[in-house]
């Protein structure tokens, strides 16, 4: 397992940007999906977006396609998530989550950073 820092969160305007980013320590970084969830009070924890190790390939829900970006430098160990246009919708708790590749399931998660996004 990798393990995993976020920050970045606060609280914006609705219509405002933001950048999470998510440090990750331990094993080697490289050959480790990433992905961004989030929870909302009262609701399950969601999937948000996600990255392959060369980047190459992303994925986003439907719900924050076009205006969220997930990139990641591996020399850096260091995965972002640009969120624009932010809606009050977007109000919860980021988690940055890791994966080897060959694994269908994360199971490196971090702690959270709160999101708040006023209308």
């Known amino acids: 397992q990798v393990q995993l820092v976020e920050s970045g969160g606060g609280l914006v305007q609705a219509g405002d940007s933001l950048r999470l980013s998510c440090a990750a320590s331990?094993?080697?970084?490289?050959?480790?999906?990433m992905g961004w969830f989030r929870q909302a009070p009262g609701k399950e924890r969601e999937f948000v977006a996600a990255i392959i190790w060369s980047g190459g390939s992303t994925y986003y829900a439907d719900s924050v396609k076009g205006r969220f970006t997930i990139s990641r430098d591996n020399a850096e160990n260091t995965v972002y998530l640009q969120m624009n246009s932010l809606k009050s919708e977007d109000t919860a708790v980021y988690y940055c989550?890791?994966?080897?590749?060959?694994?269908?399931?994360?199971?490196?998660w971090g702690q959270g950073t709160q999101v708040t996004v006023s209308s």
């Open positions: 989550a890791a994966k080897p590749e060959y694994q269908d399931e994360f199971n490196s």
């Open positions: 331990g094993r080697t970084f490289v050959r480790y999906a």
